[in-house]
């Protein structure tokens, strides 16, 4: 399996432009979640999905971001327009009810907003 | 709601040196528990994870962590670093409720730098 697939690695974007962050899951997993990891906050929870439905969004900082899950393959973050607080790395997981919740974690996409 | 807390933000030790970082959880359920570990520059890994059964629990590289209900704690220990274990550690807890939501709740994180 080759794990949890994040694209880009790095972005770095001009503020007020729109950044869209990818990630595909494990196959099978049927849980995915986007992390923001920061010097000053850590890792905090953006949002999460099940089954291709996102069940809690309360970590999302503001109307900025948005994120979808069409198909159980692929996720999006989308933020728009992009500030340099945005700046951090940005983590996908995902997980299966069977594994009882051991997260498998992307390489991460680092985001620069200047 | 929902808390993890770690108390150590950064330590420093030795090589050979034992180590063992706290983490304390506030949920009075059934809760899964988890150590993961960020090398620089890298995601996160699973380093061991207990779910039920013994509370004394073994994972990758020599770490192990013991289970404590009545303190709602889960250290992590290993009793002789090395300078490859220099990274990040994050305690993560996954509450079992009725509907199992599968959310884990991480902690603030420590900073491991192990001196050769």
């Known amino acids: 399996d080759a794990g949890v697939i994040q694209s880009p690695r790095h972005e770095v974007t001009e503020m007020g432009q729109e950044v869209t962050l990818r990630c595909k899951p494990i196959?099978?997993?049927?849980?995915l979640f986007w992390y923001r990891q920061t010097m000053m906050r850590g890792l905090e929870l953006l949002i999460y999905?099940?089954?291709?439905?996102?069940?809690?969004d309360s970590g999302m900082p503001e109307d900025r971001f948005s994120a979808k899950m069409p198909n159980a393959s692929f996720s999006t973050l989308k933020i728009q327009p992009s500030e340099p607080r945005d700046s951090a790395v940005y983590f996908c997981?995902?997980?299966?009810?069977?594994?009882?919740?051991?997260?498998?974690f992307g390489s991460g996409t680092r985001l620069t907003v200047v | 709601a929902q808390s993890v807390s770690q108390h150590n933000h950064h330590v420093i030790l030795s090589e050979a040196a034992s180590l063992e970082l706290g983490c304390n959880y506030s949920?009075?359920?059934?809760?899964?528990l988890f150590w993961y570990v960020q090398y620089p520059g890298q995601h996160l890994q699973l380093l061991l994870k207990?779910?039920?059964?013994?509370?004394l629990v073994k994972g990758i590289k020599g770490f192990e962590a013991e289970f404590i209900k009545s303190k709602f704690s889960f250290n992590l220990r290993k009793p002789s670093v090395q300078w490859s274990d220099t990274a990040e550690y994050f305690c993560?807890?996954?509450?079992?409720?009725?509907?199992?939501?599968?959310?884990?709740?991480f902690g603030q994180g420590t900073t491991l730098q192990v001196k050769p």
């Open positions: 997981a995902s997980t299966s009810t069977g594994s009882s919740y051991g997260y498998t």
């Open positions: 196959s099978g997993h049927d849980y």
């Open positions: 999905f099940n089954n291709n439905v996102p069940i809690d």
């Open positions: 949920y009075g359920g059934t809760v899964n």
């Open positions: 207990y779910f039920s059964g013994d509370p």
């Open positions: 993560a807890v996954n509450v079992k409720r009725s509907s199992n939501t599968g959310k884990l709740i």
